[in-house]
């Protein structure tokens, strides 16, 4: 009979052990266009590097350029941003398409950041977010609103502050109308 409580016993603590445990979940891997291109096998993957005036912002500037990826008879082109960093260099790449809608997002925003203002709030934030995790928005606080971009969807120190919206859709334009001449 002590037998049977023990086993008993032993195979609860054991179950209960058995599912108690939290399965980790591995973390969740983006896949952007960009790594859709460039992981293609099977063939020669060349890149070509236009560089763009630098995005001034807040505190500083950035690098800007038009990366053109050509795998075999296809191609793509890319707007790049690079925030350097002490350690890392963090970098936006956004395709083509990606850049139109973000330039009609940047449009709307602006005829929104007036009204969001005069409302006042303590915190408000309008965004666009791209697929790949881009966003470009503001945020207003204090009846102010503060403009910014945000490279990467995740990580840290990958978000650039810029002074209006102004500088971020004539860096964009530039980019497009770059990728444009460079489809010719």
């Known amino acids: 009979m002590l037998k049977k409580i023990l086993f008993v016993s032993a195979m609860t603590i054991m179950s209960i052990t058995i599912y108690g445990q939290e399965i980790k979940k591995d973390a969740e891997t983006i896949i952007t266009k960009m790594d859709i291109f460039t992981s293609k096998t099977g063939g020669i993957t060349k890149f070509v590097d236009t560089k763009l005036p630098n995005l001034k912002t807040t505190f500083g500037s950035t690098e800007t350029k038009v990366r053109k990826i ?44 007036d009204n969001d203002i005069a409302t ?55 980019a497009k109308n770059k990728i444009e001449e460079l489809k010719k």
Request: hydrophobic letters at 35%.
């Open 70 to 113: 050509v795998n075999g008879n296809s191609s793509v082109s890319f707007y790049q941003i690079v925030k350097e960093s002490k350690y890392s260099n963090t970098t936006a790449s956004i395709e083509y398409s990606d850049l139109i809608e973000v330039l009609k997002a940047l449009k709307a925003l602006k005829t929104e950041v």
């Open 120 to 174: 006042n709030p303590d915190y408000l934030e309008n965004k666009f977010v791209t697929v790949d995790g881009f966003q470009v928005g503001y945020y207003v606080s204090k009846g102010k609103a503060s403009w910014y971009i945000k490279l990467e969807k995740y990580g840290s120190d990958n978000t650039l502050f810029i002074d209006n919206a102004d500088i971020i859709e004539i860096a964009f334009t530039e």
